[in-house]
């Protein structure tokens, strides 16, 4: 405490109106000692509300964002209205997205969905639309998170051999457990990129088993189909992407195109 500034607060003949105590002067600007305690408290209450909306943000609707792994960098810019709908097909695909992105809204409606068909429809378009449209509309805000499998599984390869790494097992894990809603996009994809359909490493099975089992709000998009998937995967894991799946599977054919054009030469 400083005694010598003390030494300079005098009282003032002046009454607080609200308080109704003496007021004091200091360098000449009179006050009261209980409004400016008042006012000193407000100050602490609004940085400390301040803070917690900064950290409340930091784990909901900046997690997309600033966590996410995705392959394909240009995802950042699709949403439901840049979806093109050339068919039927894709028509109906995005209504279902729509509608399930409404259904997510409710942070207690649990259930998984799944987009699954052809290479090049849109299938990750939809699941990253799907998640922007919470993030933005949920009231309270939810975390969601977009992560391409294969990617995943790449990071925390080499994070096993760079102790800094933030993909490490634990870090990851932990983050895919825990989000409201997640997207896996393109399931399937780590287990080979061969024509033929392999079984998914038992550490990969591992690492998937572990944070399916821990949700209840996952979209997937794969390739494949369900006897594909049950192929490459544990019962136990197919089991737990099918949670609630009923209703809420977008399904393409070769009704629709690639949109990711051939190139022959």
Same mark, same amino acid.
């Given at each position: 405490?400083?005694?010598?500034?003390? /030494?300079? $607060?005098?009282?003032?003949?002046?009454?607080?109106?609200?308080?109704?105590?003496?007021?004091?002067?200091?360098?000449?600007?009179?006050?009261?000692?209980?409004?400016?305690?008042?006012?000193?408290? =407000?100050?602490?209450?609004?940085? $400390?509300?301040?803070?917690?909306?900064?950290?409340?943000?930091?784990?909901?609707?900046?997690?997309?964002?600033?966590?996410?792994?995705?392959?394909?960098?240009?995802?950042?810019?699709?949403? @439901?209205?840049?979806?093109?709908?050339?068919?039927?097909?894709?028509?109906?695909?995005?209504?279902?997205?729509?509608?399930?992105?409404?259904?997510?809204?409710?942070?207690?409606?649990? @259930?998984?969905?799944?987009?699954?068909?052809?290479?090049?429809?849109? =299938?990750?378009?939809?699941?990253?639309?799907?998640?922007?449209?919470?993030?933005?509309?949920?009231?309270?805000?939810?975390?969601?998170?977009?992560?391409? $499998?294969?990617?995943?599984?790449?990071?925390?390869?080499?994070?096993?051999? /760079?102790?800094?790494?933030?993909?490490?097992?634990?870090?990851?894990?932990?983050?895919?457990?825990?989000?409201?809603?997640?997207?896996?996009?393109?399931?399937?994809?780590?287990?080979? @990129?061969?024509?033929?359909?392999?079984?998914?490493?038992?550490?990969?099975?591992?690492?998937? @088993?572990?944070?399916?089992?821990?949700?209840?709000?996952?979209?997937?998009?794969?390739?494949?189909?369900?006897?594909?998937?049950?192929?490459?995967?544990?019962?136990?894991?197919?089991?737990?992407?099918?949670?609630?799946?009923?209703?809420?599977?977008?399904?393409?054919?070769?009704?629709?195109?690639?949109?990711?054009?051939?190139?022959?030469?």
């Amino acid at each position: 405490m400083d005694f010598d500034l003390l /030494n300079n $607060v005098e009282k003032s003949t002046e009454v607080c109106q609200k308080h109704q105590i003496p007021l004091f002067t200091f360098k000449g600007q009179t006050f009261c000692p209980l409004c400016q305690k008042e006012e000193n408290r =407000k100050k602490e209450l609004k940085r $400390v509300k301040e803070q917690f909306e900064k950290h409340n943000r930091r784990k909901t609707i900046e997690v997309l964002e600033k966590d996410s792994i995705v392959g394909d960098e240009d995802l950042w810019k699709v949403d @439901f209205k840049n979806y093109v709908t050339d068919n039927e097909e894709t028509k109906k695909a995005l209504y279902q997205a729509r509608h399930i992105a409404g259904e997510y809204l409710k942070a207690d409606y649990d @259930f998984n969905t799944v987009l699954s068909g052809v290479p090049g429809t849109g =299938k990750s378009h939809l699941a990253m639309s799907m998640l922007k449209a919470v993030n933005e509309n949920a009231d309270p805000m939810q975390s969601c998170l977009f992560i391409s $499998v294969n990617d995943l599984f790449r990071l925390m390869k080499d994070a096993m051999s /760079n102790p800094e790494s933030k993909y490490n097992e634990l870090n990851m894990v932990t983050l895919l457990k825990k989000v409201d809603l997640l997207v896996l996009d393109d399931l399937g994809s780590e287990s080979s @990129f061969k024509r033929e359909i392999t079984e998914s490493s038992e550490y990969n099975q591992k690492i998937l @088993f572990g944070i399916l089992n821990a949700r209840s709000r996952t979209i997937v998009t794969t390739n494949l189909s369900s006897d594909e998937l049950e192929n490459i995967y544990n019962p136990k894991i197919t089991s737990r992407i099918y949670k609630g799946i009923e209703n809420h599977i977008i399904k393409f054919t070769d009704k629709t195109s690639d949109r990711r054009k051939k190139i022959k030469f």
